[in-house]
């Protein structure tokens, strides 16, 4: 199973570019996925390392080789798509071995192979049935079996949960995760969808406009968003994102309200400068209704406006100063519209970014 790496990798489509010098190395076995907003270059990067898009510039490695040259069927890696593409008059055995075949396989090794990957995904009892025949969950895991057959390098795949309903999309999660740990190899997996993002990856490399913005762990990426780009993205509801000026030690939002600024951060800003101050909804919570984990906290009184029970938490909407934020308030309690509570500001996981750069104040 093999690493790949990309170097500087440019993509232009006649004179507009796309992709704009992307390096990236991802390790052997390990499961990387590319997250951001349509349009940002997800597709294309996967497509250029799966050989189905040339590059316009830089390099991509497979294990020791350079690939830029190798058409996609030498680059010995599977890629699944959103629509499963499978051949709907051929049953899932034959599915799953027409590759094999076409490789001139002897029937033997397609048989092993073909059962070894029916055993891996639970399709034993589907084996004779056409795709018409089949749920969309078990098609979906008939398109992974004919990647899994071919004992590929490195899989890739494209928004393979797209076409599913929520619910099914939660299991197919799942079952992306065990075959991961199954059949260890490296993935490259492609999604818009930050929840399956920080489910699924050991690294998560988040894009936006044709550019890589941060990579890093999903708790890195999570509890260390590099800008607001990142910030915003990651993580549901958002962060909130309040402007704000650095005045006396304080954060000073729009409106006259106040809070310290984060003792952590205190070396990192200057009196007069502009900032965004982000705060998660799991950060600002109604005393008593936190979740537990000490560390530098900062109060304000905040009226509550609407609120919306999930189950175990619920959200709540408020302001500070004119701004609307979001807090959360976990265990059971009941908030009436025009209520005033006392919040706890979690200050010491709070943010502060450069409001000119967008980038985090923090040492990187
Ligand atoms: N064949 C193409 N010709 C011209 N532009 C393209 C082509 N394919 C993709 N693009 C453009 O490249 C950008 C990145 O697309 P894509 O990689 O598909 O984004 P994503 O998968 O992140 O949604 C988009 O602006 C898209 O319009
Ligand atoms: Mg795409």
Redesign the pocket.
Known sequence: MADISLKGVV?R??R?E??HGIDLDIAHNEFVV?V????????????MIAGL?DISDGAISIGPRVVNDLPPRKRNISMVFQNYALYPHMTVRENLGFGLKIAKQSPAEIARRVDEAAEILGLGALMERTPAELSGGQRQRVAMGRAIVRHPEAFLF??PLSNLDAKLRVQMRTEIKKLHRTVKTTVVY?T?DQVEAMTLADRIVV?KD?HIEQVGTPMEVFDHPVNTFVASFIGSPPMNLLPARISDGQVVFAGGTGLPVPTRLADRVRDGQEVTFGLRPDDLTPQGHGIARGGERAQLTLEVGLSELLGTETILYTRIGDQEVQGKMFGPRDVAAGERLTFDVALDRAHLFDTVTGRSVRRL
Request: proline content about 4%; charged content about 25%.
């Open positions: 993509k489509y006649g507009t796309v992709v590319l951001g907003p349509s349009g940002c270059g997800k597709s294309t990067t996967l497509r898009e494209d928004e492609v818009h894009m044709g």
